[in-house]
């Protein structure tokens, strides 16, 4: 397994960095891409394998500016597989997500997703943008 998958960011997908040596998972940006599957496809994989080996201690840290509705249902399945990490009791798992704090959509969208969440979830609103 590769420990590490990069993909930099543009105008419609975010910046991910899934490192298997530190645990930490990164989202940041715009999820807008015209085919979320065939973007999430390998992320998805990725953890799928991760999953079967993870380190003690797995952090999520999410920071989206905009998502569109097939990202919504990719991030459904990424919080599938973070449900089954912590089923697994094999990593402690915590999610971060920092949105900006006069930005409802993506506040109701990380509630939602708190809501199916198994692992600890932290909702941070900062008053900054997120991305520049």
Same mark, same amino acid.
């Given at each position: ?23 930490? @998972? ?33 952090? @999520? ?10 990202? +919504? ?5 990424? @919080? %599938? %597989? *973070? ?10 798992? +915590? ?25 600890? @979830?932290?909702? *941070? ?8």
């Amino acid at each position: 397994m590769e420990k590490k998958i990069t993909i930099k960011a543009s105008n419609k997908t975010p910046f991910i960095n899934f490192d298997a040596n530190s645990g930490l @998972f990164q989202i940041h940006g715009y999820s807008l891409p015209e085919n979320s599957l065939e973007f999430y496809e390998p992320i998805i994989s990725w953890l799928d394998k991760y999953i079967v080996t993870p380190i003690k201690k797995t952090e @999520f840290d999410i920071k989206l500016v905009a998502l569109n509705t097939s990202s +919504s249902k990719m991030f459904i399945d990424i @919080f %599938r %597989r *973070i449900n089954h990490l912590v089923e697994l009791n094999t990593s402690e798992v +915590s999610v971060v997500w920092y949105y900006e704090i006069d930005d409802e959509d993506i506040h109701d969208i990380a509630l939602q997703y708190q809501e199916i969440c198994k692992a600890k @979830f932290n909702l *941070i609103g900062i008053h900054h943008r997120l991305i520049e």
